[in-house]
């Protein structure tokens, strides 16, 4: 039974807080993708990691892949940073990479250049 357990486990994320979530379904690249955050409210010192206000799991389902789930922390309050405002910026984080550079790897050749400066 869990309360043999000399010690209390943790789970995250924590129990005792409402969730807050939020679930997008998109193409990405033409193939049907869902993500979904569920947000909970946390306190620092019972996750170890200085100044954390909200915890999040982020279920990705793609289709022709495994489904994937990562952990997210931030200081940010659930007030400051909800669910679906979460869920929106992580998905943004990857359009630096997608729009800019991918012109400028294109136009330069650099994927395909096997030259490689040290430096």
């Known amino acids: 039974m869990i309360e ?5 486990r943790r789970v995250f994320p924590p129990l005792k807080s409402t969730p807050a979530r939020a679930r997008t379904l998109a193409k990405n690249k033409g193939v049907p993708e869902s993500r979904t955050l569920e947000s ?9 990691f200085p100044f ?14 495994k489904n994937e789930t990562v952990g ?6 659930p007030d400051q ?6 869920l929106k910026t ?4 990857w359009g630096i ?8 790897d294109v136009s330069l050749n650099e994927d395909r250049c096997r030259v490689r400066l040290k430096g």
């Open 52 to 65: 954390a206000a909200q915890v999040a799991l982020l279920a990705r389902q793609h289709v022709g892949r």
């Open 90 to 93: 992580n998905r943004m984080a």
């Open 40 to 48: 909970r409210p946390a306190v620092a010192e019972d996750i170890g």
């Open 81 to 86: 940073l909800p669910a679906a405002q979460w």
């Open 72 to 77: 997210l922390i931030t200081g940010l309050a």
């Open 4 to 8: 043999s357990y000399p010690f209390h």
């Open 97 to 104: 990479e997608d729009g800019s550079y991918q012109r400028l």
